[in-house]
C-alpha cells in the first residue's frame, strides 16, 4: 500500500472518528441510550462500506457508491428504531433525537469515507447547533404556545388570555 494511500485511509477514518465522537459525547450527556461506542461504531461502519467501493487513489464507482450508501441509511434505521422506546403511560415517546443522530451519524461516516471532509463538517456544525439550541428553544416554545411541558402534564393557554372576561 503506497503511503500517501495509508495517509489519506486514516485522514477518512480520523475524521469519521472524530465526528461520531463529537455527537456521541453529547448524547452521551443528556443521557441517552446511544452515546459515544454507538455513534463512533456506527460512523466508523459507513465509512468502512463507503472506503470499500471508493478506496482512496481511487475514482471509485458512483453507481456503487450509490447502492452503499442507500443501503447504509436504510439500515442503520433498524439501529434508530432500537433507541426509540413509547411509555405505555401519557404516550410519550423518548429517543427520536438519538435515533436522528444516529442516522446522520451513518452520513456522515459515509461522507468521510468518500472524503468530502468539508461537506462533513459543515453538516457536523449543523448538527451541533441543532443538538445544542433546539432543546431550549423548543421548551421556550412550549412555555409560550402552551405545549406539554417535560413533566408530560398540559399546559392549557387561558381561554381569552389579554381579552375583556366580561364579554364572553
Given amino acids: 500500500m503506497d503511503s500517501l494511500v495509508f495517509v489519506e485511509l486514516c485522514e477518512r477514518l480520523g475524521m469519521a472518528l472524530a465526528i461520531g465522537a463529537v455527537i456521541g459525547i453529547e448524547r452521551h450527556l ?20 463507503v472506503l470499500v467501493v471508493a478506496p482512496p487513489g481511487t475514482a471509485g464507482v458512483l453507481d456503487a457508491q450509490s447502492r452503499v450508501i442507500q443501503g447504509l441509511m436504510t439500515g442503520v434505521g433498524f439501529i434508530g428504531a432500537g ?5 405505555p403511560k401519557g404516550h410519550k415517546i423518548h429517543g427520536l433525537t438519538t435515533a436522528a443522530a444516529i442516522w446522520i451519524t451513518a452520513a456522515f461516516g459515509a461522507l468521510c469515507g468518500a472524503g468530502r471532509f468539508t461537506i ?22 412550549r412555555r409560550r404556545f402552551g405545549r406539554k411541558n417535560e413533566s408530560g402534564s398540559e399546559k392549557e393557554p387561558q381561554p381569552g388570555a389579554g381579552k375583556d372576561q366580561s364579554a364572553r
Fill in 30 to 49: 443528556h443521557d441517552q441510550p446511544a452515546g459515544l461506542r454507538t455513534h463512533v461504531l456506527v460512523v466508523l461502519a459507513a465509512a468502512l462500506s
Fill in 83 to 87: 433507541v426509540i422506546l413509547h411509555a
Fill in 120 to 141: 462533513a463538517l459543515l453538516g457536523l456544525f449543523a448538527v451541533i447547533l441543532a443538538l445544542s439550541l433546539g432543546g431550549p428553544i423548543e421548551r421556550g416554545l
